[in-house]
Structures are given as C-alpha cells and as structure tokens.
T-cell receptor, first 113, second 115 residues
Framework: DQQVKQNSPSLSVQEGRISILNCDYTNSMFDYFLWYKKYPAEGPTFLISISSIKDKNEDGRFTVFLNKSAKHLSLHIVPSQPGDSAVYFCAASEVNRDDKIIFGKGTRLHILP | DTGVSQDPRHKITKRGQNVTFRCDPISEHNRLYWYRQTLGQGPEFLTYFQNEAQLEKSRLLSDRFSAERPKGSFSTLEIQRTEQGDSAMYLC?????????????FGSGTRLTVV
C-alpha cells in the first residue's frame, strides 16, 4: 500500500517556464513533507520541506504547497533551468512517531532548451 | 564534514555469495538509516539505528539481511546467500535529532548486481 504517490513518471518543461510536480498521500498522520532531488549515480539530495501546520514554504526558485484537506502537495520550480533535470521524490514523515521517511516513486523532470 | 560515505560504490556478486556494505555517517549524526532503491521505485526503508540501537526493521529485511552499528558510528549491512532479486541500489542516510524535520543526508549508495 503506497502511502505517498507520484502519479506522473515524467514531465517535460521548457527552460524558463514553471515546473509543477504533484504528490498525493494517504496517511493523515504525516506531519512533515519533503522533496528530494536525485541525479544519476548519486544519492537523493534534500531540496525543501513543509510542516503540516503550514500551507506554503518558499526557498528561492522552489515553493512547496500543501493542501491537507485534499492530502495533496506540489513543488513549483520557477524559472526552470537545465540543471533542474533530475528525478524528484516526494516524501513524508511522522516526526513525532519514528521520523522514518516514506518516499514516492519519483517524477523524472526534463527541462527542454 | 565529508558527508555520508558508502563503500563500495559498486558490487557484482554471484548468486549465493555473501556481501557486506559499509556506511560512514556524518560524525555528529546519531541516527542512521538504510534504504533500498530498485529501478522505477523510490527509496524503500529497510532499517534504522539510533546510536547503536537498531530501533526498526522493515518486513523487506528478510532473515538473510543483517545490519549493525556496533559503536554508534559506522554501520554495515550484510546480505547472506544473495539472490537476483537483491540487485538494487542500497542507500545509507544519517540525521541528528535536531535535523530530523529537515530530511536526511544520503550517501551516494552501493549498487549491487547479483549474477
């Protein structure tokens, strides 16, 4: 049973435009949500997170939006740059339980020139 | 701070052989995690240490798998009698109690191929 779902295996976006990556979750006990970025032959790198008590967190070109009622979050990257081409994992954790991070299957983002 | 180190980066082994991987976490991190990633999947949790205590094991971790963190520093993951289904990227990550809400720091992983 997948608790974190990324339904789009891949996404192509023109350089300079906005990239929107989506994620759904089923466990209402999750209290932290995270996005990781992964290049080939490297481990995942933490990108941005959001607490369940917030609905938006912004860090430079990256913004994460959380809609708790819909159990949905999204990552916006604007403007998209060639170096953003990577696999993006949505993840979630119950920090006050065991802080184990549960990952989605990932979305491969291609930034087109 | 050199980050999380994993050794080896690649391992090719014959089915039935035993393999052992090593992970050196960030020195001040007391929490250490092992994950496994197969093609087309996200990282899947295997096990978790807080200091030297192994606090949780996934049901993915069959009795052929064992992990240790003897002095609360580096950790080893051993797979006995490897099977082709064990072929995957094995990822180690670490965090401290203060950074748990900000994600783990992952190593580059050990890619295991069982032939």
């Amino acid at each position: 049973d997948q608790q974190v779902k990324q339904n789009s295996p891949s996404l192509s976006v023109q350089e300079g435009r906005i990239s929107i990556l989506n994620c759904d979750y089923t466990n209402s006990m999750f209290d932290y949500f995270l996005w990781y970025k992964k290049y080939p032959a490297e481990g995942p790198t933490f990108l941005i997170s959001i607490s369940s008590i917030k609905d938006k967190n912004e860090d430079g070109r990256f913004t994460v939006f959380l809609n708790k009622s819909a159990k949905h979050l999204s990552l916006h990257i604007v403007p998209s740059q060639p170096g953003d081409s990577a696999v993006y994992f949505c993840a979630a954790s119950e920090v006050n339980r065991d802080d184990k991070i549960i990952f989605g299957k990932g979305t491969r983002l291609h930034i087109l020139p | 701070d050199t980050g999380v180190s994993q050794d080896p980066r690649h391992k090719i082994t014959k089915r039935g052989q035993n393999v052992t991987f090593r992970c050196d976490p960030i020195s001040e991190h007391n929490r250490l995690y092992w994950y496994r990633q197969t093609l087309g999947q996200g990282p899947e949790f295997l096990t978790y240490f807080q200091n030297e205590a192994q606090l949780e094991k996934s049901r993915l971790l069959s009795d052929r798998f064992s992990a240790e963190r003897p002095k609360g520093s580096f950790s080893t993951l051993e797979i006995q009698r490897t099977e082709q289904g064990d072929s995957a990227m094995y990822l180690c990550a670490s965090s401290s109690d203060l950074t748990v809400a900000y994600g783990y720091t992952f190593g580059s992983g050990t890619r295991l191929t069982v032939v």
